[in-house]
């Protein structure tokens, strides 16, 4: 199994695809957080998938 890692460097000029805000890096579960669209965008491969519609919703405890 091939494990890829991703530059926090990189992560931190991302925004959300949706509301354009901040988004932070769950390093646990490789998603990029959007609080205020309560959207967690998954990281395959080390590649951030910034697709709404691949985003996971938030639970109510994780906002």
């Known amino acids: ?3 890829y890692s991703t530059d926090p460097k ?3 000029l991302l925004i959300c695809p ?3 805000g901040e988004l932070h890096y769950d390093k646990e579960r490789q998603e990029l957080v ?6 967690a965008f998954p990281i395959r491969d080390g590649i951030p998938i910034m697709l709404a519609s691949e985003a996971r919703p938030l639970e ?3 906002i």
Do not use: C, D
Request: aromatic share 0%.
């Open 10 to 12: 990189m992560l931190e």
């Open 18 to 20: 949706v509301t354009g």
């Open 34 to 39: 959007s609080k205020k669209a309560r959207l």
């Open 60 to 62: 109510e405890n994780e």
């Open 1 to 3: 199994m091939v494990k």
